[in-house]
C-alpha cells in the first residue's frame, strides 16, 4: 500500500523499519508486546503514516499548541473560534478544585490570559461529562472569581470592577453529550448572558461549545471551506486522504503535522506517550461506564417514586370514593 503521508513526511519510517527497532530493544519490546493487536497496530500505522495521529491526544495536543513556546498557534485557534483578535499575554495556573475533584474524563485543560485582560480556558473532553451546562456554569464562575481574587490583589487599593474581564469557557468534545445531538446538524454553540429586556450591563461569562463527533458528521464527503472547519479538522481527523487535503488548502497546518512527526522518531518516547494515552482511555472508559449506570440508576429511581407517587394517589382516591359509597350506603340503609 502507499504511503501517502510519506510523500508530504518524508520523517515518517517504513513500518519494517520501525518493528525491527522495537523488536531489537527489549524495553520497547516488552511494551510493545503488552498492548493489544488493536493498539499496536494504531501504534504503526501514526508513527509510519498509514494513519494520521489522533492529535487530541493529551502529549500531542500539547507538544504541537503547546502556549509556552508556540503561542502564536493557540492564538490563531483562539481567533477563529471566538472570532476576535486574541493575543496571549500569560499562562494561568489551573488551580481550580474543578467541583468534586473532576479530571478523569478530561484530555486538555489550558487556561491563558490574553492581551486585553480576558480569561479563556480550552478544554478537550474525551467523553463529554453528565449535566455539560450546570458544569459549565459552576467551572466558569470559578474561573470569574479566580481573576477578581488574582486582580485585586494585584491592584489593591486600586481596584475597580471595571478590571475584571470577560472569561471564555471553550469545550471541545471528542464524543459529546446526549444534549448536543438534540441539534444534529450545528457544530458551533456560541453563548453569553443578556437581558430579555434589552438592559446592557456587561455580563461578563461567555461559553463556546465545540462536539467534534457532530462536525465530522457534517463534514461527510463535503470540503474543507473556511478557517473554522480547518481547524476542527486538524483536531478531528487521522484520514490521510484528510490531512492532505487539509495541508493542501490551508499549508499552515503542516509544521504542525511536522511537529508529530518529528516527534515519532523517537520511539522511546512515543511508546511511552501512547501508552500514557492508553492507561488514560482505560481510566476514561471505566469513569464512563459508572457515570452512564449511575445515571440509568437515577433515571430508575425517578421513574420508581413517581409511579409510587401515582399508586399513592390512587390508593387515596379509593379511599375517599370506598368513603363516599359507605356514606351513601349508610343513608340508603335508613
Not at 74 to 97: A, G, H, M, Y
Not at 297 to 320: F, V
Request: net charge negative; aromatic share 10%; hydrophobic share 35%.
Amino acid at each position: 500500500m502507499i504511503n501517502n503521508l510519506k510523500s508530504y513526511f518524508p520523517m515518517l519510517r517504513e513500518r519494517e523499519e520501525l518493528i525491527t527497532e522495537i523488536r531489537a530493544n527489549e524495553k520497547l519490546r516488552s511494551v510493545f508486546e503488552e498492548w493489544s493487536r488493536e493498539r499496536r497496530e494504531e501504534f504503526l500505522d501514526f508513527c509510519t503514516g498509514a494513519r494520521g495521529v489522533k492529535i487530541l491526544y493529551d502529549s500531542f495536543f500539547k507538544e504541537v499548541l503547546n502556549p509556552e513556546y508556540a503561542p502564536e498557534r493557540l492564538e490563531s485557534f483562539l481567533c477563529v473560534i471566538l472570532k476576535k483578535k486574541v493575543q496571549i499575554l500569560r499562562i494561568l495556573p489551573n488551580d481550580s478544585t474543578r467541583i468534586a475533584d473532576e479530571t478523569s474524563l478530561l484530555i486538555t485543560d489550558i487556561v491563558v490570559e490574553t492581551d486585553d485582560g480576558s480569561v479563556a480556558n480550552v478544554e478537550i473532553q474525551k467523553i463529554g461529562y453528565s449535566f455539560p451546562g450546570a458544569r459549565s456554569a459552576c467551572y466558569s464562575a470559578d474561573m470569574l472569581l479566580r481573576q477578581y481574587r488574582r486582580v485585586r490583589s494585584r491592584r489593591g487599593d486600586d481596584f475597580s470592577y471595571q478590571d475584571i474581564k470577560n472569561v471564555y469557557l471553550i469545550v471541545i468534545y471528542e464524543k459529546s453529550p446526549k444534549e448536543f445531538h438534540e441539534i444534529p446538524d450545528i457544530f458551533y454553540h456560541y453563548s453569553r448572558q443578556i437581558f430579555e429586556s434589552g438592559l446592557k450591563l456587561g455580563l461578563l461569562q461567555e461559553y463556546l461549545m465545540i462536539p467534534l463527533d457532530i462536525f465530522r458528521r457534517t463534514m461527510h464527503n463535503k470540503t474543507i471551506e473556511t478557517p473554522l472547519e480547518a481547524w476542527l479538522t486538524f483536531l478531528s481527523e487521522d484520514a490521510p486522504e484528510k490531512i492532505i487535503e487539509l495541508i493542501t488548502i490551508y499549508p499552515e497546518f503542516k509544521p504542525l503535522y511536522e511537529t508529530i512527526y518529528q516527534i515519532c522518531r523517537n520511539t522511546e518516547r512515543v511508546m511511552e506517550m501512547f501508552s500514557e494515552e492508553l492507561r488514560i482511555m482505560d481510566r476514561n472508559t471505566v469513569k464512563y461506564m459508572i457515570e452512564e449506570q449511575q445515571r440509568e440508576l437515577d433515571e430508575k429511581d425517578k421513574r420508581l417514586a413517581a409511579q409510587e407517587q401515582q399508586l399513592a394517589m390512587q390508593a387515596e382516591q379509593i379511599e375517599t370514593l370506598t368513603k363516599k359509597i359507605e356514606a351513601l350506603s349508610q343513608k340508603t340503609g335508613k
